[in-house]
């Protein structure tokens, strides 16, 4: 193609303004379209936001008020516990006001003062030395009681425990105001025989247990268990024979003559205080002191006991009727309850009820 032929380039068409100003105009259109969409945009997230704290604000508060509430409960169910124990301890000093000295015969008649020695005798059991003693003093101090009778049932126990309540009696019986009448029903042996013996008379069932006048110590030796489970005892005292009977050393033979000696002169006090109460009622057999428990009737050919009897025919012995009066203390419900999770827990991890090593105590689960 010739040079003649070739459009001038400053000749070729421009930009149409038309057109120019119709695309002009759309973007235009475009961005101002484009510009409340974002920010109806930015409104709308702002606007989420605020109701997404708002709704986490609520569910805060809700939970505060949810925690104040179980908050409120738990306090309301313990003070109301609290005033229920309030209240059964009020109920149960005045129930005990009200009913000591109430019984099972006419108190404006004469009749049989009872105390009752039941289970093993432990200044953390019922059978303590201040329960009995204050029943004791209650039936003597009684102005209808006829006599007083000790209605023991136990295998014995604390030597403490049973010699307080011995001198007790024994200061009782040296007045001479009324008799002290001992009744053995199943098992009056050890500590138990103990008591028995200051009375004036003892009484027992043909099948009674009665006697073991002795003293017993008993434990475990674990030394060789812990040597065999690697265990490292560790032990300090100030004095070198603080520790002497821990059941992870070994008991030697100076120990053992120590301990025997504490027994035995243990022993010799239950002794004196037998010959003391029974005097010559007694027998010459030797084997009265070795321990040995004998049936009721085997133990009055011994001179343990006076007679064979029951609570109905002796209390006939004194009256036409069967006639008594429970001087025994009663027991606080919540002092009872705690002492029986207390005993029951002392059981179940083997462990003696009693805090003296030394029990005047024989086994009470003879049965026919």
Same mark, same amino acid.
């Given at each position: ?7 001038? %380039? ?35 997230? @702002?606007?989420?936001?605020? &109701?997404?704290? &708002? ?34 301890? #009020? ?5 005990? !006001? ?6 099972? +015969? ?10 009752? $020695? *039941?289970? $093993? ?10 329960? @009995? ?33 011995? !001198? ?5 019986? *040296?007045?001479?105001? =009324? ?8 098992? +009056? ?35 060789? !268990?812990?040597?065999? &489970? ?11 024979? =603080?520790?002497? &009977?821990?059941?992870? =050393? ?22 004196? *205080?037998?010959?003391? +109460? ?22 009055? %050919?011994?001179? #343990? ?31 009872? #309850? ?31």
């Amino acid at each position: 193609m010739s040079k003649e032929n070739t459009p001038d %380039e400053d000749d070729r068409p421009g930009p149409d303004p038309w057109t120019q100003e119709v695309g002009a105009g759309a973007q235009k259109r475009q961005t101002e379209e484009a510009e409340p969409a974002a920010s109806e945009d930015a409104e709308a997230l @702002v606007e989420r936001q605020r &109701l997404m704290q &708002l709704e986490m604000m609520d569910r805060w508060i809700g939970g505060v008020l949810t925690e104040q509430r179980r908050s409120r409960r738990w306090k309301l169910f313990f003070r109301f516990i609290f005033v229920a124990i309030i209240v059964a301890l #009020l109920w149960g000093a005045f129930s005990s !006001a009200i009913l000591v000295g109430a019984g099972r +015969g006419m108190p404006a008649q004469p009749h049989l003062g009872i105390v009752t $020695v *039941d289970g $093993v005798i432990a200044s953390d059991s019922p059978a303590n030395a201040e329960r @009995v003693i204050s029943g004791l003093n209650r039936a003597w101090e009684a102005e209808h009681t006829e006599a007083v009778l000790l209605h023991i049932n136990s295998p014995g126990g604390s030597p403490v425990q049973s010699q307080r309540i011995y !001198a007790e009696i024994m200061r009782l019986r *040296d007045a001479g105001d =009324k008799p002290i009448i001992a009744l053995i029903e199943d098992i +009056g042996a050890s500590g138990a025989y103990y008591i028995a013996a200051a009375a004036d008379e003892i009484a027992a069932s043909p099948a009674s247990l009665v006697g073991s006048i002795g003293v017993i110590y008993s434990g475990f030796g674990f030394e060789r !268990a812990i040597d065999s &489970l690697g265990i490292e005892r560790r032990v300090l005292t100030a004095g070198e024979n =603080k520790a002497f &009977l821990d059941p992870f =050393k070994p008991l030697d033979e100076e120990t053992t003559e120590f301990w025997q000696q504490v027994l035995d002169n243990t022993h010799q006090q239950f002794i004196d *205080d037998v010959v003391a +109460g029974r005097g010559e009622r007694l027998s010459d057999d030797d084997e009265i002191f070795s321990g040995l428990i004998w049936s009721g009737e085997q133990a009055i %050919e011994l001179g #343990l006991i006076d007679r064979l009897d029951s609570l109905e025919s002796l209390s006939r012995s004194y009256f036409d009727e069967a006639r008594w009066e429970d001087y025994t203390p009663a027991q606080d419900p919540f002092e009872r #309850l705690s002492r029986r999770l207390a005993q029951t827990a002392a059981q179940l991890l083997g462990l003696k009820s009693s805090p003296s090593p030394v029990s005047l105590q024989v086994p009470s689960d003879a049965s026919y």
